[in-house]
């Protein structure tokens, strides 16, 4: 499985917009970028994924670098309840493979 | 819609026992996934069962088993436990389409194993 890196802990203001970085170097062409978050005592959750394409959802956006070396997670307007653990995690396309999670991001939000 | 359920929510062994946990997928979901997660790690894939066969599987010894049944639902069986076993167990079911790319994950099981 190709390996991502992301920063082990990031700080964030309450309503201000955070950047989540990942670097997936050795991503094939056939590996989708996802992101999941692990809120405290929770099952992780669904937050994006992409291809090529920058993609937009009601949670978060996902931007993809032009090849697909690293991709950002970015939370427009964090809040305190946005606090969690963040994983990335390549995927490859077809049916539901496994995901390989990391150790993440683990995210503060302050007021 | 009630979303992936596990049972029970904890669980206390001694080193030797055997365990069985249960999870009910998502409604309309096909196949499930096992995790386990060490406290302080990402969790880590143990295996996946799709038409009540195991079809993919991680690094984890045969003392972790699992099931399938007709109606989706699934176990995890761990024989011998070991200290090291303590762990949140985690399961997740999705569709088994290529074009379904979400997973949904239970609560987990905190198992402690003395």
């Known amino acids: 499985d190709a390996k991502t890196t992301q920063p082990n802990s990031m700080e964030s203001n309450e309503e201000e917009p955070v950047h989540l970085p990942c670097n997936h170097s050795?991503?094939?062409?056939?590996?989708?970028i996802h992101w999941y978050r692990q809120l405290p005592s929770q099952g992780p959750e669904y937050v994006i994924h992409?291809?090529?394409s920058n993609v937009n959802n009601r949670m978060a956006s996902l931007a993809i670098a032009e090849d697909r070396k690293s991709s950002t997670l970015i939370l427009h307007r964090a809040t305190l309840r946005d606090a969690a653990v963040y994983y990335c995690?390549?995927?490859?396309?077809?049916?539901?493979?496994?995901?390989?999670f990391g150790t993440g991001t683990r995210l503060q939000v302050t007021l | 819609d009630a979303g992936v359920t596990q049972s029970p929510t904890h669980l206390i062994k001694t080193r030797g026992q055997q365990v069985t946990l249960r999870c009910s997928p998502k409604?309309?979901?096909?196949?499930v996934s096992w995790y386990q997660q060490a406290l302080g790690q990402g969790p880590q894939f143990i295996f996946q069962?799709?038409?009540?066969?195991?079809?993919q599987r991680g690094n984890f010894p045969d003392r972790f088993s699992g099931h399938q049944f007709p109606n989706y639902s699934s176990e995890l069986n761990v024989n011998a436990l070991l200290l090291g076993d303590s762990a949140l167990y985690l399961c997740?079911?999705?569709?088994?389409?290529?074009?379904?790319?979400?997973?949904?994950f239970g609560p987990g099981t905190r198992l402690t194993v003395l």
């Open positions: 997740a079911s999705s569709l088994r389409s290529p074009s379904y790319n979400e997973q949904f």
């Open positions: 050795t991503i094939s062409g056939t590996d989708y």
């Open positions: 995690i390549l995927r490859h396309t077809g049916t539901a493979s496994k995901l390989t």
């Open positions: 069962y799709y038409e009540e066969e195991e079809r």
């Open positions: 992409g291809l090529t």
């Open positions: 409604s309309g979901h096909d196949t």
